[in-house]
């Protein structure tokens, strides 16, 4: 665990979030995106070993220890690249939040395959609640992902889905909560990218203007 500056713990899987934090589960929707960082050109997913250790830490894809071959490098280079594949693609469907284009059928692929390996499952529980699974933490990485489409479904549902947006920034587009009360925050942060683009706007205008 590691803490934040308000005195909030983080889950370390999400210590690369230092602000406008999405709420549990949805966090872990947030932090799987924004593994991708445009604006500083680092990606987690880019070391093979740095996005096994991020993937297990965060519960969607740990090495199954009664089959120790299975989740480690067997196949990884496959499971790698689905996880790039689907992070564009839930970082897309974060992006009709914000208006952005309509999804093209090459925008959920990736999530149709991971559909076609894994399928829900309905689950009546000893406390008598009725849960779509597989849970988390998943040995195969295309349970874990399905585990993300399930939390996307319920924050659909509960309406929390909504305040999960894009920066407005071009080179940024890093995936924030948006807690604002009029719900129309539309930069991860003002200071850097709120600012840089309203400087780089005038800047622009008065080039017109002149
Ligand atoms: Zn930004």
């Given at each position: 665990m590691t803490a934040t500056l308000n005195g909030m713990t983080l889950p370390s899987w999400a210590c690369h979030i230092e602000d406008k934090q999405a709420?549990?589960?949805?966090?872990l929707?947030?932090?799987?995106?924004?593994t991708l960082d445009r604006d500083l050109g680092t990606d987690i997913f880019a070391h093979a070993g740095e996005a096994r250790a991020w993937l297990a830490d965060a519960g969607l894809r740990v090495?199954?220890?009664d089959r120790p071959d299975a989740g480690l490098d067997a196949g990884f280079a496959d499971d790698l690249r689905l996880a790039r594949e689907a992070r564009a693609s839930i970082h897309a469907l974060i992006?009709?939040?914000?208006?952005?284009?309509p999804l093209a059928p090459d925008d959920l692929a990736p999530l149709e395959q991971v559909l076609g390996q894994a399928q829900p499952r309905l689950d009546v529980g000893?406390?008598?609640r009725v849960r779509l699974g597989p849970d988390l933490p998943a040995h195969a990485l295309t349970?874990?992902?399905l585990g993300l489409l399930l939390i996307i479904r319920d924050a659909q549902a509960d309406g929390s889905w909504d305040r999960l947006k894009l920066c407005g920034?071009?080179?940024?587009?890093w995936a924030f909560y948006d807690r604002s009360h009029s719900r129309r925050g539309a930069w991860c942060d003002m200071a850097t990218?709120?600012?840089r683009l309203k400087n780089r706007n005038l800047r622009a205008r008065r080039a017109q203007a002149g």
């Open positions: 709420p549990m589960p949805l966090l929707v947030q932090a799987f995106v924004d090495p199954d220890p992006g009709r939040n914000t208006g952005s284009e000893a406390d008598g349970d874990g992902l920034n071009p080179d940024c587009r990218c709120g600012n």
